[in-house]
């Protein structure tokens, strides 16, 4: 067994993750970034586009935090929580232009960053780097953490929280290959765990994003807020390849959607064009594959023949070495595309510093909720991620210079339970250490299938019975290596924060933004202008209750 002290924890690898550990390093803490896999080469921050978007105003351009502010407002239908939303606009240029500091090779022009237009935004505020792949920004962010010396281990799986009168004390959790349980100690933590992708059937996220900091924060008596409002990319690649997310710089180019009889189906909105938020271009999707209108029951035709050629190459590259590679012509491919789950707009419930109600305990990242309301725009998630993973290591670093006390010493005992529990999940000859795979793939399939794009109240009824259900025999699942163990542990926290999103959505009586109920297809302000918070009890149960949005 390993025993760690630090003074800042940081459970996660991607980019809050590891903006959170320089902050905090920087500031003085000694930093320590735990994770399931290794920082700045693995999780969602280097798979994903690389979009980033900020208020870089000029006179031409005209724009403003304040117009940033509105847009992103608009967008998560006046649910965000406001002083978030202010943090973001009024800092995320300043985080941008730092990256390129670093070494992250952004488009510029003319000596300036260079703004594309995005669905939802006023203004073109989208840069992206010259392959558009984050790992062209994961890396340079992963050397400033190597240049400062900040500790790093890797494959180990943290699961509770250390929590004694009212303050959280570090984690406790397993190495994912060899098994050694791990009590890391320390003055605060933040999680940077990242969302919940593997929580549906069909999903853009890589293995492994299991709720894991929603879990435990849960656990541990902290709300999640929003849980309601899961995201789903609209335009997952069917053809030519798979899984790969086609870049939201199309549609602004004049990218075009056809169903199967070839009608641009989307002209018929009430907004007329496809360059819409994800919300309303995903619902639209999967309504035409729903009604039968979609190629091989599952996508629709996405068209790039209005795209200028050097537009289509310089802002959607990875698109245009696919259609190289595989000597296409762009112009007359009919690219097979449909929506999955992609992002969560809801998390773990925190201040505009990414503080929670928990003494000593953070949040950032797309596990933390409020930010982006009831929608995310595009380009959003990245800056969120190194906007309040700064401002989250900095307020750790100076609440733990300023707090010093040891940790209690019956925290050692707590610590110990959590492992002996970790020790029962381990196989005995006669059972099944597969088990768990079974549960999954269930539990994975009743959300995609009653609690995704388009949600009916009986769906959503079923679902959770379905889970109660699952989280029985989930409980019971086993594995006899170490990994397999880590399989189970992730299984307790995507059935734990299914039950959350599941709850969440049969509660908001109304539509509004992600969260589309049939039974109440429009807004309703005057009863739903509200977030709701899941707890769980003492008992284990969860419970909602509406909170009213957090304004400046």
């Known amino acids: 067994m390993q025993d760690v002290h630090c003074q800042v924890l940081i459970i996660g690898g991607g980019a809050a993750a590891m903006r959170a550990a320089i902050a905090a390093h920087d500031a003085g803490a000694t930093t320590l970034i735990v994770s399931k896999q290794t920082p700045g080469y693995s999780g969602n921050s280097v798979i994903a586009r690389s979009g980033h978007s900020g208020p870089f105003g000029t006179p031409e351009l005209d724009d403003s935090p304040e117009l940033f502010v509105a847009d992103t407002l608009h967008a998560g239908s006046y649910v965000n929580h406001q002083p978030m939303v202010w943090a973001l606009a009024t800092e995320a240029c300043a985080r941008i232009e730092e990256l390129i500091a670093w070494g992250a090779p952004f488009l510029t022009h003319e000596g300036r960053i260079e703004t594309q237009p995005s669905a ?11 392959k558009n792949i984050s790992t062209e920004v994961a890396r340079p962010v992963r050397r400033q953490v190597n240049q400062r010396g900040i500790g790093i281990l890797d ?5 509770e929280l250390l929590v004694e009168d009212g303050r959280c004390y570090g984690a406790v959790g397993v190495h994912r290959r060899h098994g050694e349980p791990y009590i890391i100690y320390a003055g605060a933590t933040i999680l940077a765990t990242g969302g919940c992708g593997e929580v549906y059937a069909q999903t853009t996220n890589v293995t492994g994003i299991t709720g894991d900091g929603m879990a435990m924060a849960l656990r541990a008596g902290i709300d999640l807020v929003d849980m309601e409002f899961v995201q789903y990319y609209p335009v997952v690649l069917r053809w030519p ?6 870049s939201p710089t199309l549609f602004p180019l004049g990218a075009r959607l056809y169903n199967a009889r070839g009608e641009r189906f989307m002209a018929s909105l009430p907004q007329g064009t496809e360059n819409v938020t994800r919300d309303i271009r995903s619902r639209a999707i999967f309504q035409e594959i729903v009604a039968g209108r979609g190629l091989h ?8 023949a209005d795209i ?5 190459r310089r802002y959607a590259p990875d698109m245009a070495h696919i259609v190289d590679a595989q000597q296409l012509d762009y112009r007359t491919a009919q690219f097979l595309v449909r929506p999955e789950a992609h992002f969560f707009c809801g998390g773990v419930r925190t201040d505009a510093w990414g503080a929670t109600v928990l003494t000593g305990l953070y949040a ?3 596990v933390a909720g409020g930010c982006h309301g009831a929608n995310r725009l595009a380009n959003n998630a990245f800056p969120e991620c190194y906007v309040f993973g700064k401002r989250a290591g900095e307020h750790a670093a100076a609440a ?11 925290l050692t005992t707590r610590a110990h339970e959590h492992l002996r529990a970790f020790e029962q999940r381990t196989a005995q000859a006669h059972d099944a250490p597969d088990r768990y795979k079974a549960v999954r793939s269930a539990l994975r399939q009743q959300m995609w299938d009653n609690v995704g794009i388009v949600r009916r109240t009986a769906l959503l ?3 959770l019975d379905a889970i109660h259900t699952l989280a029985d025999q989930a409980r019971a699942c086993r594995g006899e290596r170490p990994a397999t163990v880590v399989r189970c542990l992730e299984l307790d926290n995507l059935v734990l924060v299914a039950e959350a999103i599941a709850l969440a959505a049969l509660t908001r009586q109304e539509s509004r933004g992600t969260h589309y109920l049939e039974e109440f297809a429009e807004k309703d302000d005057t009863h739903w202008l509200c977030n709701l918070l899941i707890h769980r009890g003492d008992d284990g149960v969860l419970q909602v209750r509406k909170a009213p949005v957090v304004t400046v």
């Open 461 to 463: 009824h079923t679902a």
């Open 308 to 312: 200028d050629e050097a537009a289509f």
């Open 241 to 246: 390849v798979t899984r790969l997310l086609a």
């Open 400 to 410: 733990v210079t300023s707090h010093s006390a040891p940790p209690p010493a019956t």
């Open 297 to 304: 029951h599952d996508a629709v035709i996405m068209s790039l």
């Open 155 to 159: 494959h180990i799986m943290l699961q």
């Open 364 to 366: 950032v990242g797309e």
């Open 120 to 130: 939802g935004h006023q203004r073109p505020r989208g840069c992206y780097t010259v």
